[in-house]
Each structure stands twice: as C-alpha cells, then as structure tokens.
C-alpha cells in the first residue's frame, strides 16, 4: 500500500485542518536570538555584490530612468509576492529545502535537491571573487597604490596612464594601470591559453580563498546562533561605505555626468522585450527566491513572526540599495569620464567583476586620500560577499541536517566543515592562471536558467499542488490574516508567468561568451548546458524514482499523491497519470 502523506514536524503539526492551532515541537528548533538577527541576515543575502555591479549597468543599458518602470513593475508582481511565498513556507514548516516538500507535495522533492546542487555551483566561484576582493583589500596597504601607474614589472607597452597628464591618446589598444593589475598580475591571465589550458593555481590566490572560508567556517560553525552576530557587522558595514563613497563621488569633478547618463530616460527602450526580460531577471536574481536561502533562515524564526512585514522592509531595503549604488558608481564613472574627455557611455562599458575590480579601481587611485578609499571598498566588497556567502551555505546545510536529523543533528560542527571542503576544493580550477575564464562559465551556467526553473517549478507546486487556499490558511495561522486577492493572483498566475516567459527568453537568446577578448570555444558552452542541466535534472529523476520506488500499484500511487496534493482536481490526475 502506499505511503501516507507526512505531517510538518514541530509547530505545523495541527490537530485538525489547516489553519489549526500549531502543536509544540518534540525537539526545539534553535530560534534566532534577536529579530534584528534575521532581518540582518536577509538584507545581508539579498544586498550582494550584484546588487553594485549588476543593477547599474543594467539600469543605464536599458534607458536609464525609464528602466525603473519595468523594474519597480516586476518587483511588484513577480520579486515580493516569491519573496514574501518563501518566508512563509520557511516560517510555516520549519524545515530546510529538501525534507519541506514531504509536507508540500512529496513528488517535488527534487527541488530540494536541486537548490542544494546549484548552492555548490555558486560557492565554487562566488567565493572566488570574495579572495580577488580580499587581495585587493591586502594590496591597498601601501603609501601608492599598485594599479596607479605604468611603472610596474607586469605592465605593457600599452598601458597608458592619463590621470593627471595633458596630450595622451588612449586608443583601442590602450590598458588603463588598473586594468593591467587586473589582468596580469592579480590573474595573470596572460600565463593560460583559455579553456584549453588554465594552468597552474595562483597560491597568493589560494591563500586568501582559504582565509575567506576560514571566516565562512566560524561563522556557521555553530548555526544561527553565530551567524545572527556576525551579520550585524558584515550587513552595516556595507551601506556606511556606500554613504561615504557616495558623498566623495558627487564632489568630484564630471559627477554630474555620470547621474545624468544614468538616470536619464530612453523611453523608447520600454518597447523592447529585452528591457523587460533584463527588469525581470535582475529583481528575481536579486532577492533570491529559489535558492532556498529564504526558506532555511525563516524557519528558525518564531513561528508567529510576521513574515508579511519582514518580506516588504527586505525587499525594499535590497530595491533601494540597487538605485543608491547606481549613484555611487556612475558618479565616478562620470569623474572618469571628465579625466579621459571621452563620454560617459565610453567609460561604462565593463560590466560584471570588471566594474569592481577596474574601473572603480581605477578612478580610487586618483582620489586625494586614495589608499583609504581602496581599503573600504574593498572591505566592503568582502563583506558584501561574505553576507550572500554565509545564507547560500546555510541553506545547503540546514536542508541536509534537516533530512538526515539521526545522522548529523548532534554533528553540525563536522558537516560543516566537510561542506566547506567540499566547496573549497570545488573551487580550485578558479584559482588557475584561467580561473577568470571558469568563474564566467560557472557565473553564466551554475545558477542562470536552472535556478529560474528551479523557482517556476516551486511556485507551481506550492500554488496549483499543496493549493493556494491551504497555503493561505497556513499563513493566516502564523499571522492571524489570510493574505489578500493581489497576493494569490501573484503566486497562481502572474509570477509563474513572468518566470516562464524569463526562462524561455534565456533559452532563446544566448549571446557567445567572451571574456577580455577571449572568445569560449563551441565545447565550453555545451559544458555549461550541462553544469545547468545536471542541477535541474534532479526534479524529473525523483519524480520517476518515487513513482518507481513508491509500495503498491499505480492507482495506490495516485491515491497517496492525491492525498500529499489535495487541490489537484481528480481530472488532473487521471491524465496525468493514466
């Protein structure tokens, strides 16, 4: 016969039916220590370094001012209402990831697995440009700073150098200083032949990407109880260099160049569909849903905390986070700009890590007062790394200890350090003289199409399978509200629209990779389909593994999914599985 549908372990246990008063925990969870503990931990995983070097280029890419229409529109209808769904479901349930869905829908399952997988992927470069950042950090402590001048042994005949010089031309072969520190001693890049031969490992390299996990390990060694400490400096610390950074951007000269090209609006642009497919993908890549990050640190909260809060002070915090750092950016872009007397849309074209590690750079070294400038942008990248870092991994974690409770509950300490391992040994062949070229295919595969699937199936499951009515009951029994008419109408319809509509975008249009000139071969490509499809292949194997593994015939097999997925209509599943 077949297996029963399980009940949700601790307070979602009810006595009768959804809604129903919670019954006390066996085994008490551990709780946060402090509500700032956890709306700190939040803002410190959605605020990452993404939210500086993506949200900008992308805002002036697609019309500037009139960018933020498509944006604010898809952070309302499809960003919050997963954002506010995956708060929830974490704070109902009280449980990681995986073991979730065996009181959603078991046959899902897979999902859990899949988020854990791609949580691998992103550690295995994420972490990489935290150690590039912390070698800049170390390199700042001098009285000049290394990427200020030509006059170094890894500079080229083409580095041109025209801060503070009259009569230089800077042509198409013209290296900035900074971005032949970048290039060739920081990475040096010019030691690998691409993919075909990455070459050896960078120990200074090595070095920091060990400290780096060395901080993660202490700091998620113990559980929330460590992490919720350590947020309060790495999730501050951030926005008191972006103030400082701010301020002395806009007293420079041409500052006002850069605000005017970014914000100024190409209303022409909102007729594109790229504009809304890039609005779209960058709220959702911003706030996080899918990574199962949100729904591991909710459930260690209080379980009648209000999420509903929570969801809209985070996500307007990350919103407006993404719009101050544009200033903060293009503000020196226009400095820049001043000093090359070229324009601004000449200066902006680096875009990813390239933003952060010369561009910005370059215009510090500069400054009046540069060393000190470097430092605590640096300082701040790493803590902005370190914040993104500390949930992803919290959320592997707390999704496997919560499947295998027998085996590791009383063994946190051990299983984080073997996952920290695990990861830090994955992200070895980022380290190579190549290892800029593996972070790119890691950065575009790892966690691009995968996760927004990964989130379309999840929103679907909870939604149309476990039944949005019994999802708001449960949220009514947490809150004492049943969420309202626009919140269901996101979660049924809207939100999964927008993410199917993202990902067969992303399926359509794939640009070749490049990477300082370097075009991927055709192989590197189907590679990162692979690395994509190997996290995403997970759903569809557990779902033919439990309808294998499952005791009892096919009809007894419908039955017991009927039961775990009660809206389905009986129609849905006589075609479904017969």
Request: charged share 10%.
């Given at each position: 016969m077949g297996e029963r549908c399980p009940v949700p372990a601790g307070p979602p246990q009810h006595d009768g039916g959804p809604g129903a008063i919670p019954v006390p925990p066996a085994h008490p969870r551990d709780k946060w220590s402090k509500k700032m503990d956890f709306l700190l931990s939040v803002i410190g995983f959605a605020v990452d370094l993404g939210n500086v070097w993506r949200f900008p280029y992308i805002c002036y890419q697609n019309g500037g001012g009139a960018f933020l229409i498509p944006y604010t529109l898809m952070a309302v209808f499809g960003g919050v209402p997963l954002f506010y769904m995956e708060l929830a479901l974490g704070q109902f349930h009280r449980t990681g990831a995986i073991p979730i869905w065996k009181h959603i829908c078991p046959i899902f399952k897979g999902i859990g697995f899949a988020i854990c997988i791609i949580g691998l992927y992103?550690?295995?470069?994420?972490?990489?440009?935290?150690?590039?950042?912390?070698?800049?950090?170390?390199?700042?402590?001098?009285?000049?700073?290394?990427?200020?001048?030509?006059?170094?042994?890894?500079?080229?005949?083409?580095?041109?150098?025209?801060?503070?010089?009259?009569?230089?031309?800077?042509?198409?072969?013209?290296?900035?200083?900074a971005e032949e520190f970048y290039t060739r001693k920081v990475l040096e890049l010019q030691k690998s032949g691409g993919l075909y031969?990455?070459?050896?490992?960078?120990?200074?390299?090595?070095?920091?990407?060990?400290?780096?996990?060395?901080?993660?390990?202490?700091?998620?060694?113990?559980?929330?109880?460590?992490?919720?400490?350590?947020?309060?400096?790495?999730?501050?610390l951030p926005y008191l260099v972006l103030l400082i950074l701010l301020v002395r951007g806009a007293t420079l000269p041409g500052a006002w160049r850069g605000v005017l090209f970014y914000l100024r609006p190409d209303w022409g642009k909102l007729l594109s569909t790229a504009v809304w497919v890039d609005a779209a993908a960058q709220i959702f890549f911003s706030l996080g849903p899918g990574f199962g990050v949100l729904l591991a640190l909710a459930s260690y909260n209080h379980f009648h905390?209000?999420?509903?809060?929570?969801?809209?002070?985070?996500?307007?915090?990350?919103?407006?986070?993404?719009?101050?750092?544009?200033?903060?950016?293009?503000?020196?872009?226009?400095?820049?700009?001043?000093?090359?007397?070229?324009?601004?849309?000449?200066?902006?074209?680096?875009?990813?890590?390239?933003?952060?590690?010369?561009?910005?750079?370059?215009?510090?070294?500069?400054?009046?007062?540069?060393?000190?400038?470097?430092?605590?942008?640096?300082?701040?990248?790493?803590?902005?790394?370190?914040?993104?870092?500390?949930?992803?991994?919290?959320?592997?974690?707390?999704?496997?200890?919560?499947?295998?409770?027998?085996?590791?509950?009383?063994?946190?300490?051990?299983?984080?350090?073997?996952?920290?391992?695990?990861?830090f040994l994955g992200s070895l062949s980022t380290l190579t003289y190549g290892g800029a070229y593996v972070v790119k295919l890691l950065e575009e595969f790892g966690a691009g199409c995968s996760i927004l699937a990964v989130v379309l199936l999840e929103t679907i499951a909870v939604s149309w399978f476990y039944g949005i009515q019994r999802f708001s009951h449960d949220v009514k029994a947490m809150l004492g509200f049943t969420p309202g008419l626009f919140w269901k109408?996101?979660?049924?319809?809207?939100?999964?629209?927008?993410?199917?509509?993202?990902?067969?975008?992303?399926?359509?249009?794939?640009?070749?990779?490049?990477?300082?000139?370097?075009?991927?071969?055709?192989?590197?490509?189907?590679?990162?389909?692979?690395?994509?499809?190997?996290?995403?292949?997970c759903i569809p194997v557990y779902m033919v593994y439990k309808l294998v593994w499952t005791p009892g015939s096919l009809k007894q097999v419908r039955a017991t999914s009927a039961q775990c997925c009660p809206q389905l209509s009986p129609l849905l599943f006589t075609s479904f599985w017969d």
């Amino acid at each position: 016969m077949g297996e029963r549908c399980p009940v949700p372990a601790g307070p979602p246990q009810h006595d009768g039916g959804p809604g129903a008063i919670p019954v006390p925990p066996a085994h008490p969870r551990d709780k946060w220590s402090k509500k700032m503990d956890f709306l700190l931990s939040v803002i410190g995983f959605a605020v990452d370094l993404g939210n500086v070097w993506r949200f900008p280029y992308i805002c002036y890419q697609n019309g500037g001012g009139a960018f933020l229409i498509p944006y604010t529109l898809m952070a309302v209808f499809g960003g919050v209402p997963l954002f506010y769904m995956e708060l929830a479901l974490g704070q109902f349930h009280r449980t990681g990831a995986i073991p979730i869905w065996k009181h959603i829908c078991p046959i899902f399952k897979g999902i859990g697995f899949a988020i854990c997988i791609i949580g691998l992927y992103v550690s295995f470069y994420y972490n990489t440009i935290i150690a590039w950042a912390l070698y800049y950090f170390y390199s700042s402590f001098s009285g000049t700073l290394p990427w200020a001048s030509c006059d170094n042994p890894w500079n080229t005949p083409n580095c041109t150098n025209y801060f503070g010089r009259n009569n230089v031309t800077w042509t198409n072969f013209s290296r900035s200083p900074a971005e032949e520190f970048y290039t060739r001693k920081v990475l040096e890049l010019q030691k690998s032949g691409g993919l075909y031969n990455v070459g050896g490992i960078r120990w200074q390299l090595l070095l920091c990407l060990f400290l780096i996990f060395a901080i993660v390990y202490f700091s998620l060694w113990k559980g929330v109880k460590t992490s919720g400490k350590v947020v309060w400096v790495t999730a501050t610390l951030p926005y008191l260099v972006l103030l400082i950074l701010l301020v002395r951007g806009a007293t420079l000269p041409g500052a006002w160049r850069g605000v005017l090209f970014y914000l100024r609006p190409d209303w022409g642009k909102l007729l594109s569909t790229a504009v809304w497919v890039d609005a779209a993908a960058q709220i959702f890549f911003s706030l996080g849903p899918g990574f199962g990050v949100l729904l591991a640190l909710a459930s260690y909260n209080h379980f009648h905390n209000n999420c509903y809060r929570d969801a809209l002070i985070t996500s307007a915090v990350n919103c407006l986070t993404s719009f101050l750092s544009g200033f903060v950016i293009f503000t020196v872009l226009g400095y820049m700009a001043e000093m090359r007397d070229v324009e601004v849309e000449d200066v902006a074209r680096d875009k990813g890590p390239s933003l952060l590690f010369i561009t910005y750079p370059e215009a510090i070294a500069n400054m009046v007062g540069s060393t000190f400038f470097a430092i605590i942008f640096f300082l701040m990248m790493i803590t902005l790394g370190l914040d993104s870092t500390f949930g992803g991994l919290e959320a592997v974690i707390t999704a496997v200890m919560d499947e295998y409770p027998q085996v590791l509950a009383q063994r946190r300490e051990l299983f984080v350090l073997s996952l920290i391992t695990v990861c830090f040994l994955g992200s070895l062949s980022t380290l190579t003289y190549g290892g800029a070229y593996v972070v790119k295919l890691l950065e575009e595969f790892g966690a691009g199409c995968s996760i927004l699937a990964v989130v379309l199936l999840e929103t679907i499951a909870v939604s149309w399978f476990y039944g949005i009515q019994r999802f708001s009951h449960d949220v009514k029994a947490m809150l004492g509200f049943t969420p309202g008419l626009f919140w269901k109408v996101c979660w049924v319809a809207i939100s999964p629209a927008l993410l199917a509509f993202i990902v067969a975008s992303s399926l359509l249009e794939q640009p070749p990779l490049a990477l300082f000139g370097y075009q991927y071969p055709a192989w590197s490509t189907s590679l990162g389909h692979l690395i994509g499809a190997s996290s995403f292949i997970c759903i569809p194997v557990y779902m033919v593994y439990k309808l294998v593994w499952t005791p009892g015939s096919l009809k007894q097999v419908r039955a017991t999914s009927a039961q775990c997925c009660p809206q389905l209509s009986p129609l849905l599943f006589t075609s479904f599985w017969d």
